[in-house]
């Protein structure tokens, strides 16, 4: 109950700044409607007062955000402002596209961030071990939309192996899902190579050794387990990678998603939309905590649930 | 393409006698090619489907809504309008008016539409459902952002009978002709304008035109498939039957890379938002460009002058005169050419002012040295201890060009600060305060330049000033149907907002297509929109 209390007031919170924050941004949606128009240029004052009073921008602030929040409640965020659908179904259109997209990277990030930290602390040559272990950082730190069209030029455009454009087959799932894997398997690596490495010095290894189990062992058997518990805790936060992941691939890959539904409706001053993308990832980080905290006492019997918070920190 | 986009007097003034004549000929033949063709001369093959990228979506395809170009690529396709305005003269000709006439201080237009054209759901094109389409563009107000402001001032729309239709506005409105050409007045069926906005947006309106909506997704891709049955195709165009692609689909491609690598592999066949430093690649090589250079404002620095340094004409005409406009031409495609008037070389009623507009650094300095600016330690001109420094917020892609013209303005000691932002911050920056804004507005009618720099409404008086001479030059040619008497009233608004400063253009906007070879056809209309009903696809 506590925690799904916190989960509430996290998702309270997540609109609210974002509701505030996007009005501290400068510019607005009538404004910007208005200069989109045609081409450039200025923009008619006259046109951007009607549509203003038209978006309901013209109402004090703190009227617009009781109005907004009440509706929210009630599970109604409005409309677009760029061609008036409702918000959350812009987004549940969205939604099956990223979703299948994360499914996908998430797998991959999986086996490419647990095979390098194991490897990189069970790979028998000591060069070997530290090219492993260099790869995360170098992984984390290269731009995704690099990764993106660097794959897209040699696998799309010359070899022609993978369409380049988002389609919504498999094969068009390729490259887009190895993109994303990549930054978040690399964070996850970094987490986890450094806990084993840290569990490994611990003394009840050295007591696994002196019994005769096999290195493999060791790392598989008993290392890994407790290892695993830091990793998970940032569970919440890998969530929020793979999410924050899409905005890059999905524009890189034309594909269509959340992540750039997210990119145009932020440009457009697109509150409703931009509002319901940021509760939807409040949510996805509540609920994806939660669980975690329901699957500690799986991995370490010492932990109840009720007092995570405490057995962990 | 230079004869094709170089207008003159000549072809202007055949636009407005056909208005006058009230009944430009169904008739008349237009034996050459209209449109830019591909590269090849064979004839066209019925079937296939186009695969064409665009940059963005603003997840809006109802013609009637939007305004940016990469969506109306896709809605003009799907409306077919009152009338045409020829690409090579801009004359205005009959498409589903088979007959138009405007009294003579264009308060009053007629139209007659043509028999046996319907709409998608089969109702006919008729003269009420001109009216459902005006009045529904009304209902949108400011959401229908072109043809609100194009049917500013209707008074009536009458039903005159089952195929006459007469609108009627409270002051005069020559610029509503051209108006009826373009796709923000093209024609959906009566069922569309009881859809609510979204609905609309979603593509989920019956048209008039060549191709119907067949499915879209929102910032992903729409396909559009060809109508059977349809044959009421412009007479500007090569064919008047049913279009040959079959479908025309529209990836939306937000990344330059990948556009440029999906163009190159065969991936996409076609696109016209390839980046300006791509372009060479697909000159030739199994491709083929073509370009044309948007009708309208060109590309202009409006200084605010109710600012104090800028409120001087001197300075105003110093800065004018400092820019090298060929030089900085040269820096666009091999297509783009500099400002040589307030309007674009391709809009009608366009004059070439070369003679007024001409780049004079030493009569620049003269200029400013007379006001009193005279040379600082850095080489700005200072005046009682204040620099000639200004600042320009801009977030169109024309960096390289506004750094060409702040070295330009710096060799006669004037300081241009540029700081280049999102289109939601430059419009926060320019909030009248500013020193310049830096933009150009589209459009095949000169009226364009009354909506742009006129003081009195409705109009957005870009350069903040107060009423001059040329107020009522731009009014009354907005009230002129004779284009003889519109013609002479043009030039001299035109000369009179550069000799006073008030317009210091600096280059045109172009659009170019980029093709595969096997895309043959694919073109322009006039206001330099994609028309899709005379390509083809080579097997």
Redesign the interface.
């Known amino acids: 109950v506590r925690r799904l209390l916190q989960g509430v007031i996290v998702l309270w919170a997540a609109y609210t700044l974002s509701f505030f924050i996007l009005y501290l941004l400068p510019g607005n949606a009538a404004a910007i409607a208005a200069a989109g128009s045609g081409d450039p240029g200025s923009v008619d004052p006259a046109l951007v007062a009607k549509l203003r009073h038209e978006y309901g921008l013209d109402r004090p602030l703190y009227v617009q955000y009781l109005v907004a929040l009440g509706n929210a409640l009630r599970l109604n965020f409005g409309n677009s402002v760029q061609n008036g659908a409702p918000a959350t179904q812009l987004v549940a259109q969205a939604l099956p596209q990223t979703i299948t997209l994360a499914l996908s990277a998430l797998p991959l990030a999986l086996v490419f961030g647990v095979g390098i930290a194991i490897l990189s602390n069970l790979a028998r040559w000591r060069w070997l071990r530290q090219a492993l272990s260099a790869l995360p950082l170098l992984g984390a730190s290269v731009p995704g939309f690099w990764i993106g069209l660097l794959l897209l030029e040699a696998f799309s455009f010359n070899l022609h192996w993978f369409p380049s454009l988002g389609v919504n087959t498999p094969i068009g799932l390729v490259l887009p899902a190895i993109t994303l894997a990549i930054p978040t398997g690399a964070y996850l690596a970094q987490l986890l190579s450094r806990s084993l490495r840290l569990t490994l010095a611990k003394p009840y290894i050295e007591q696994v050794r002196a019994k005769g189990a096999s290195e493999k062992r060791v790392h598989l058997g008993h290392a890994l387990r407790n290892a695993l518990i830091p990793s998970l805790t940032l569970a919440g936060v890998l969530a929020g990678q793979l999410l924050a992941g899409t905005v890059v691939t999905e524009t890189v890959f034309s594909r269509v998603g959340v992540g750039r539904l997210a990119v145009t409706a932020v440009g457009a001053r697109d509150i409703p939309v931009v509002q319901v993308i940021v509760v939807f990832a409040a949510l996805v980080f509540v609920v994806v905590s939660i669980i975690v905290d329901l699957l500690y006492p799986l991995i370490d019997r010492r932990i109840v649930v009720g007092r995570s918070a405490l057995a962990i920190a | 393409m230079s004869n094709l986009i170089r207008r003159t007097v000549g072809p202007a003034a055949v636009l407005g006698i056909a208005a006058l004549l009230l009944s430009a000929c169904a008739s008349s033949p237009s034996p050459t090619s209209a449109l830019p063709a591909g590269s090849t001369k064979n004839a066209p093959v019925s079937g296939g489907n186009l695969t064409f ?1 665009i940059a ?5 395809i109802d013609p009637q809504q ?4 990469d969506d109306i690529a896709i809605a003009r396709q799907t409306v077919d309008s009152l009338t045409v305005q020829d690409p090579k003269t801009g004359a205005i000709k009959p498409w589903l008016a088979s007959k138009y006439s405007v009294n003579s201080d264009a308060t009053s237009f007629t139209f007659t539409l043509r028999t046996g054209a319907t709409y998608s759901d089969g109702e006919a094109i008729d003269a009420a459902s001109v009216k459902t389409n005006f009045e529904a563009i009304q209902a949108l ?3 229908a ?2 043809g609100s ?1 194009y049917l500013a001032g209707v008074t009536a729309i009458d039903v005159v009978s089952s195929n006459v239709v007469r609108i009627d506005f409270s002051a005069p409105s020559a610029q509503f002709l051209q108006a009826t050409s373009t796709f923000s007045l093209g024609l959906l069926s009566p069922a569309s304008a009881k859809l ?3 609905d609309r ?2 593509g989920k309106f019956s048209g008039s035109g060549p191709f119907v909506v067949n499915s879209y ?5 729409a396909v559009l498939a060809r109508r059977t049955g349809y044959n009421w195709g412009p007479s500007v165009n090569r064919h008047t039957g049913p279009a040959y692609l079959n479908t025309v689909t529209y ?5 330059s ?2 556009l440029t ?2 163009l ?2 065969g ?2 066949d076609a696109s016209a938002d390839i980046a300006i430093t791509d372009l060479p690649s697909f000159d030739g090589n199994g491709f083929w460009e073509v370009n044309r250079t ?1 009708p309208g ?1 060109a590309y202009n620095l ?1 200084p605010n002058e109710s600012t104090p340094k800028l409120a001087d004409k001197r300075v105003r005409l110093a800065i004018q005169d400092a820019i090298d406009r060929a030089q900085v031409a040269k820096l666009l495609t091999k297509y783009d050419k500099p400002a040589t008037s307030v309007l674009s070389s391709s809009t009608p009623y366009f004059t070439k002012l070369s003679s007024v507009l001409k780049y004079d650094p030493t009569e620049s300095k003269k200029l400013l040295d007379a006001a009193g600016w005279k040379g600082g330690a850095d080489g700005i001109r200072v005046r009682g201890g204040q620099r000639l420094s200004f600042l320009v917020t801009y ?2 892609p024309s960096n390289d060009q506004l750094q060409l013209v702040q070295q330009e303005l710096r060799a006669v000691g004037i300081d241009l600060q540029l700081k280049f932002t ?9 909030n009248g305060t500013q020193d310049f ?7 095949a009618d000169p009226d364009v330049a009354r ?2 720099f006129a003081v009195q ?4 008086n ?1 350069n903040h000033r107060t009423a001059s001479a040329v107020d009522p030059l731009l009014a009354q040619q907005a009230a002129t149907a004779a284009p003889a008497a519109r013609q002479k009233l043009v030039t001299q608004a035109l000369t009179l907002l550069l000799k006073s400063g008030d317009s210091i253009p600096v280059y045109q ?1 172009s659009t170019t297509i980029a093709a595969s070879n096997k895309v043959h056809d694919l073109g322009f209309e006039a206001s330099s929109r994609l028309d899709f009903y005379d390509a083809w696809i080579s097997k």
């Open positions: 990228a963005s979506d603003i997840a809006c939007i305004g940016n170009n107000g400011a959401k952002v072109l402001t609510t906005q979204a947006c979603a997704l929102p910032n992903a891709q990836k939306v491609v937000p990344e890379s990948t690598g999906s190159q592999s991936q996409i948007n404002v409006y977030w169109q999102t289109i939601a911050q430059a419009t926060v920056a320019n804004t830096w933009g150009n507005l589209t459009r909506t742009v409404a409705p109009s957005q870009v906007l």
